[in-house]
């Protein structure tokens, strides 16, 4: 079982799966440019946090001269460090809220600051192929360790999208179900639809049916219903980034979830790798919260369904406090009910091993 391969670089072209023309046509997107890259993140070709660092990673390694055009040009031998150290500032404003972005950035930034010029640019694509594989590793290794959290769920809820398409090959949130399809449990997955952008119902609907694993697609409002039936088990989501007391900032309509499952007394765990905490952040107040366009909600798919006279509010993310948490799942392992002090001991284990 192969979850969808979201990106990949070849020939000097980042080649990106468009998720926003998913489910209707699997459609490849080509960046040439570190504005295409750019582009491509804020427009949400590439979406899901630990995808963005790996695309704009690979976005760093398109950069061209300045005399040609600067951020617009094609890849060009001869970028000098000041133009990589610019590439990499721009790709840094494309999305505010997912940390993974500028963890990525901060790798290659210091690749620039610390190598000399004729092996800057194959040191830097060696460094984003090897972000793209960490990646890899980190999403089997939390799949094994969130499974045997799931071992008795045969109902899970999701919310968003937090598997391959958001990372580089199982995801986050979907990899310890797609650990369990492997293992022959076959769990039953309800994929919340993801106002106002639908990511569950076009992108985890998606990604869970190509691989075999029985999903169902249900409205945002149905989650607390199906709880009171005894229809869900257990809740797992993503995360774009973590404080260090282990407040959640994932997809707007995260933190509903995360209250009716308290109310009903189900278990909420959280999926993300350790370069997802921000432990420069104690509170999720903290955490900046990105504002998209009205005519995501206003005007869906270019369809008016609200009128021009009413405002709009937008934010992409939510944040959920650690008290509604019962576990963090990291590939170091699992953080049962997080608080400062567990998040710091997580981060100094994973140190000294």
Request: negative net charge; proline residues 5%.
């Amino acid at each position: 079982m192969t979850a969808p391969e979201t990106l990949q670089f070849e020939n000097e072209t980042l080649i990106l799966i468009d998720q926003t023309l998913l489910p209707q046509e699997l459609t490849y997107f080509h960046c040439q440019s570190v504005a295409q890259t750019f582009d491509a993140i804020k427009r949400l070709v590439v979406r899901g946090a630990p995808a963005i660092g790996i695309a704009a990673a690979y976005g760093v390694c398109l950069t061209a001269p300045s005399s040609d055009q600067g951020h617009q040009a094609a890849y060009q031998p001869g970028a000098s460090q000041a133009d990589y150290l610019a590439a990499i500032d721009y790709l840094a404003t494309s999305r505010p809220t997912a940390v993974n972005l500028f963890w990525a950035l901060d790798r290659m930034r210091e690749i620039v600051e610390t190598t000399a010029l004729p092996q800057l640019r194959e040191t830097l694509l060696s460094e984003a192929r090897a972000i793209h594989e960490h990646d890899r590793t980190m999403c089997h290794a939390i799949g094994r360790h969130g499974a045997g959290l799931l071992q008795e769920s045969r109902s899970i809820l999701t919310h968003c999208n937090a598997g391959g398409l958001a990372t580089s090959t199982w995801g986050t949130a979907l990899a310890p179900i797609y650990c369990l399809q492997e293992q022959g449990r076959k769990p039953k997955v309800f994929a919340d639809e993801t106002r106002p952008l639908l990511q569950g119902g076009r992108l985890t609907a998606w990604e869970l049916s190509q691989a075999g694993v029985d999903v169902t697609v249900i409205t945002d409002s149905m989650a607390g219903s199906l709880m009171r039936l005894g229809k869900i088990d257990a809740v797992i989501v993503g995360a774009d980034r973590i404080s260090a007391s282990g407040d959640v900032a994932n997809k707007i309509g995260t933190y509903p979830v995360a209250v009716l499952a308290k109310h009903h007394g189900l278990p909420f765990y959280v999926a993300a790798p350790t370069n997802t905490f921000d432990l420069k952040l104690m509170s999720g107040d903290d955490i900046p919260i990105e504002q998209r366009d009205r005519d995501e909600v206003a005007a869906p798919y270019g369809i008016k369904i609200v009128p021009d006279q009413a405002s709009v509010l937008n934010p992409a993310f939510d944040v959920t406090p650690a008290s509604y948490v019962d576990a963090i799942i990291t590939e170091q392992g699992i953080i049962a009910e997080p608080n400062a002090e567990k998040i710091a001991e997580h981060f100094a284990s994973a140190s000294a091993n």
